[in-house]
């Protein structure tokens, strides 16, 4: 009987024995975990003379970011509500006189918004040896590469790439970066004293940028409501900003009272009054931003 309890033992010693091994030699199978859902970034910085309220707009992600244009000025809260937008930012210059865009905007391949067409523009005769510049000004530009989504930021005449069919537009500018362009584009002329952004001046400003990894990054620059009449960024102060941001290519909008970005339920607007008041200005046009 004793012999046979030993034997027991033996055979259940020598299965589990057995079974160590066959789990051992198991390969184990590797947890597989989802990465983050690509999402929008907000981050506000405070800056020596301005705050900076800025949106990271993920490459190749769920995000479309496109120009849209009103019939009669808006906010951008109006925007938001026509468009069911999540982020709007404020974007193409307009005369506020006939509410009428000075800079183009292409909407699904149709010009919806020309320059040439608004007679304030063209028929100001202190504008009249800047309009072939004026006409041919930076813009910001979303393509449709076969399968792909790319979004560029370059004057209004340069070619589009091969392979690419330009789908968006929005004019404003100057180009802050690779590098400035404010005589170029006809913003400044030195020799006759002329800079119509007061670009060293600072002010509430607004921009949008591209990264090498080609995400979007959208920018308003707001006074400080402590120090109205002396606060904000100038275009070269500007230009420097986006490149912490890790643009490659930026671009100004139009800025001072103009400057407004909508986010989250949230409007963020750039220019305060003497008393520290946000001004709030509608626009005629805006960059969306808007699930694909």
Partial sequence: MRKIKLLGLVLISLAMVLWFNLRSSTPSIPTITSSPPKTIRYFKRTLPQSIAHTLLIPANSRFLVTPALSQKVATVEEFAEKHRALAILNAGFFDPANQKSTSYVILQGKLVANPKENERLV???????????????????RYS???TVRYDIALHNASQPAGCRLVDAIGAGPSLLPELTL????????ANKRDALGSNQPNARTAVGITRDGNVVLVMVAQKPSAPGNSGVSLPALAD??????????????????????????TFYGKVDLEGNPIKRPVKSVLLVQEN
Wanted: charged content about 25%; glycine content about 10%.
């Fill in 241 to 266: 900003f986006m490149k912490t941001l890790g643009a490659d290519k930026a671009m100004n909008l139009d800025g001072g009272s103009s400057s407004s970005l909508y986010y989250n339920g949230k």
């Fill in 183 to 190: 005589e170029k584009e006809g913003f400044v002329d030195n």
């Fill in 123 to 141: 028929n100001n005769p202190n504008l009249k040896s800047y309009l072939s510049q004026i006409f041919n000004r930076t813009e910001f530009r």
């Fill in 145 to 147: 590469c076969g399968k």
